[in-house]
């Protein structure tokens, strides 16, 4: 999903207006008019306001996201780094989501934070800057969400075949799948490098050379419609309903092997208060009475070894399924914003490029980047194994110090 516009009715009137309207596009991002339906207005004092409100966002919030996106994924790679998660492999897939979370954060928030500092879109350098860029913007945002689907289903087959967790949930695999998912991105992306470009054109009333820069340079149908759809369904529809899917699985799965392991536990016991019955009442083995009760008693069973790693299973499959739930969830909520931006902003909004336009987009960009910047947090605050090893590592580092 980049950040661009599917739609503008501008850009199919007459020539005086696309020279009118491109003018104000290059030259004029921090200027006082705007454009609507019936023409160009100067700005309003509410005008003036939602735009200082939107350029405010622009540099501090987008500053913001970056510092701490920065802080937090390489504190989650470090982590995931530890011994603790070191051999598995949804740790090598939250590493590479890490990464990719920075990608997304510098290079579309850079945008933003340049052009409220600057007033100027650093799209408008040249054509082929401009081209990347848009491309650039558009797969990394589709990596992170498929390294999401990824790592969601990979603890699904280990919550449901944990026997062959060492078969197909390797960290070879995981590499593996992230190779395929970060080439398929980039070229299903593609298309956009022929979309967008800067296009000259003579205007002979007024006998001027018009440049418009970094434009969608033929709004066909294929693009107006097809395409957004296309876009629309390997973002957001299908992880959506992937993410969806296999989380609910993972959560009926949990509770299932909870529920199994509780009554195992209970089974054990009832047989074991049997078992201390029966040998109560017998006096040639009186003696063995207080060792076996203690045994039972404390144990529960004749084998506390494999009980107690059941229950830690259960407890560890648990917490990586509240993890990735919330983790899913925090996704859906923050990216579906931009979407309906995209779908109605021009139903919405009776003008182009308006304050109010810009602020609202600037305002579902910052929400749908707030996911790439928070996960860590989302860790520390479902996963008991990762607070464990965070705090031991800053433990650690304080006792290097003190030494």
């Known amino acids: 999903m980049s950040d661009f516009k599917y739609k503008n009715k501008n850009m199919i009137s007459t020539d005086s207006d696309m020279y009118t309207f491109y003018i104000l596009v290059v030259n004029n991002i921090s200027g006082e008019t705007s454009i609507g339906e019936d023409g160009v207005h100067p700005f309003t ?96 945002p589709d990596i ?21 967790v060492k078969i197909f949930c390797t960290k070879t695999a995981a590499r593996v799948t992230m190779i395929v998912i970060c080439i398929v991105a980039m070229c299903s992306n593609l298309p956009r490098l022929l979309f967008f470009g800067d296009r000259q054109e003579i205007n002979e009333t007024r006998n001027i050379t018009v440049i418009s820069k970094c434009i969608i340079l033929q709004q066909t149908v294929f693009f107006v419609e097809v395409w957004y759809w296309i876009d629309n369904t390997k973002f957001l529809i299908v992880p959506s309903a992937i993410l969806l899917s296999c989380s609910t699985g993972i959560i009926c799965l949990v509770i299932r092997s909870r529920q199994r392991v509780n009554r195992r536990h209970v089974k054990h016991l009832g047989n074991d208060e ?54 899913n969830t925090v996704f ?36 749908m980047y707030t996911s790439n910047a928070t996960n860590f947090l989302l860790y520390c605050a479902t996963g008991s194994r990762f607070r464990a090893e965070l705090c031991l590592m800053f433990a650690s580092l304080f006792k290097i110090k003190d030494i």
């Not at 350029?55 to 701490?68: D, E, G, Q, R, V």
């Not at 992170?144 to 062959?164: C, D, F, G, Q, Y």
């Open 332 to 367: 859906l909520v923050s990216n579906l914003p931009v979407n309906v931006y995209f779908l109605g902003h021009l139903d919405l909004f009776h003008c182009d490029d308006c304050p109010a336009q810009r602020l609202m987009f600037t305002l579902v960009l910052m929400t």
């Open 144 to 164: 992170s969400v498929w390294t999401l689907v990824a790592v969601t289903i990979e603890r699904l087959i280990a919550v449901a075949w944990p026997h062959k």
């Open 45 to 140: 004092a509410e005008d003036i306001l939602l735009k200082s409100i939107d350029n405010f966002l622009k540099i501090y919030f987008s500053m913001l996201l970056m510092i701490l996106g920065t802080v937090f994924n390489i504190l989650s790679v470090v982590v995931l780094q530890r011994a603790a998660f070191k051999r598995t492999a949804t740790s090598v897939f939250l590493q590479y989501l890490a990464v990719i979370d920075v990608l997304v954060l510098y290079n579309g928030l850079s945008r933003q934070f340049i052009e409220g500092v600057l007033h100027y879109n650093i799209r408008f350098l040249n054509e082929h800057l401009c081209r990347f860029h848009v491309w650039t913007t558009s797969f990394a």
């Open 274 to 327: 049997e078992k201390h019955t029966a040998t109560s009442c017998s006096v040639d083995t009186a003696v063995s009475i207080p060792t076996q009760t203690g045994k039972f008693l404390q144990h529960g069973s004749m084998h506390p070894e494999k009980n107690k790693h059941a229950v830690t299973i259960a407890r560890r499959d648990i917490s990586v399924a509240i993890t990735l739930v919330v983790v």
